[in-house]
C-alpha cells in the first residue's frame, strides 16, 4: 500500500471530508439544543454571503486570517510550528499605530501605509526573531518559545498602552485616535460600483495587501533559492546542512518572515477599522491561522480559500446567533472550534482510508498516477 494521494485528492477532497465532518458534527450539536440544522446551515451561510455588507464583513475577517494563515505556512516550510502569531501581530500592531500616530497628522494615508506596512512587518519580525534564535542556537522548542512570547506580548502591550501610550484623562487602555492620514481607505466605494448600495463596512485597503502577501510568499516559497532553501529544511534538516544550506541562517529568517507577515495583520483592524491601537486586535486570529494553514495545505491559494471559509464561520455565526437565539455565542464558538478541530488537528484521520482507497484502484488501473508526496 502507498501513502500517496492524487493532488486534487490531497488538496481539495480530502479538505472537503474534514469540513464535511466538521459540520456533520456541527449538526449534531444543533440537533441536540432542538434547532434544525439545515435552517441553521443555511442563516450562517446566507448572513456571510446573503448581502453587500455580509460580504463585507466576511472578507474583512478573511482578511486577518489570510496574514496569519501565510504567517504559519511560512515557518511550517521550514519544519517550525510557529504558535506566536497572536503575539507577533499584537506587537505588530504596535509598529502599525506608531507609524500611524507619527505621520498620521502630516501626510495623506498612501504615504502613512508603506510606513505602517514597514513598521508592523518589522516588529513583527522581531518579534519572531527571538523565538527563531533560540530555536537554531539554543535548541529551544519553538511551540514552547512561541507560546510563552504570546503571554509576553500581552503583557508587554498592556503596560504600554497603560502607562505610555495612553492619552491622558482616558480610562481605556488604548492610544489616542488617529489622525486622517492614518486611516485606511475602506473598500465601500468600490463595492457600491457593483451596486452594493453600502453605507459601510470595515472592509479595507488592506484587503489587496494580503493578496499581494499571497503573491510575495508563492513567489518566496516556490520561486527563489531561499524558498527552496526553507523547503529542504522542512523536509530533511540533515540533507539541508548536506547540501550547504546554514540550518540556523534559514530558521531565524523564515521565523522572521513568519513574524513579519504576522505583523502585517494589524494593518486590518488598526489602520482600517479602529483607527487606534487595543488590546484585543487579533481576537484568536493567530490561532485561527494555524487551521488556515494546515487547511489551505500552506499553499497561499489554499490559504485565501480556507481565510473566506473562516471569515465566513465569524460573520455568518454572528448572524445565526442573531437569527437564532437558542444557539449562543458560546455555540457558535463550540461550532468553529469543531471545524478548527476537523481541519487542522485532525486533518489526516481520513488519508489513511483514502490512501488505501486509491492505492487498491491504482492496482486495478481505474485511479489516476498518485503524486510523489502525500
Known sequence: ???????????????????????????????????????????????????????????????????????????????????????????????????????????????????????????????????????????????????????????????????????????????????????LPKLTGLLNLFGAGLRNTPLNLSFFVALLCCFLVWLLIWRTRFGYSIRTMGLSPSAAKYAGINPARTIVIAMMISGGLAGLMALNPVMGDLHRLTLDIVQGAGFVGIAVALMGRNHPFGIVLASILFGMLYQGGAELAFDMPTITRDMIVVIQGLVILFAGALENMFRPQLSRLFSTMHRRGVAPETEGAA
Not at 23 to 36: C, H, K, P, W
Not at 69 to 88: D, S
Open 1 to 183: 500500500m502507498t501513502n500517496t494521494l492524487p493532488p486534487w485528492v490531497n488538496y481539495f477532497l480530502l479538505p472537503a471530508i474534514n469540513l464535511l465532518v466538521a459540520f456533520v458534527v456541527s449538526g449534531l450539536v444543533v440537533v441536540a439544543i432542538g434547532e434544525n440544522p439545515l435552517r441553521a446551515a443555511w442563516l450562517m451561510v446566507d448572513g456571510a454571503f446573503g448581502s453587500a455588507r455580509g460580504i463585507g464583513f466576511t472578507l474583512f475577517y478573511a482578511t486577518n486570517f489570510i496574514f496569519t494563515g501565510l504567517a504559519v505556512a511560512v515557518a511550517y516550510h521550514c519544519g517550525l510550528f510557529n504558535i506566536g502569531a497572536e503575539g507577533q501581530a499584537l506587537v505588530g500592531g504596535l509598529g502599525v499605530a506608531l507609524a500611524c500616530l507619527w505621520l498620521g497628522a502630516y501626510v495623506p494615508w498612501w504615504l502613512v501605509l508603506p510606513a505602517a506596512i514597514a513598521m508592523g512587518a518589522a516588529f513583527g519580525a522581531a518579534w519572531g526573531f527571538l523565538p527563531g534564535y533560540l530555536q537554531a542556537k539554543r535548541g529551544s522548542h519553538i511551540v514552547i518559545t512561541t507560546i510563552m512570547f504570546n503571554f509576553i506580548a500581552a503583557s508587554l502591550m498592556n503596560w504600554l498602552l497603560v502607562d505610555w501610550l495612553r492619552p491622558t484623562g482616558q480610562m481605556a487602555p488604548e492610544t489616542a485616535v488617529f489622525a486622517d492620514g492614518g486611516w
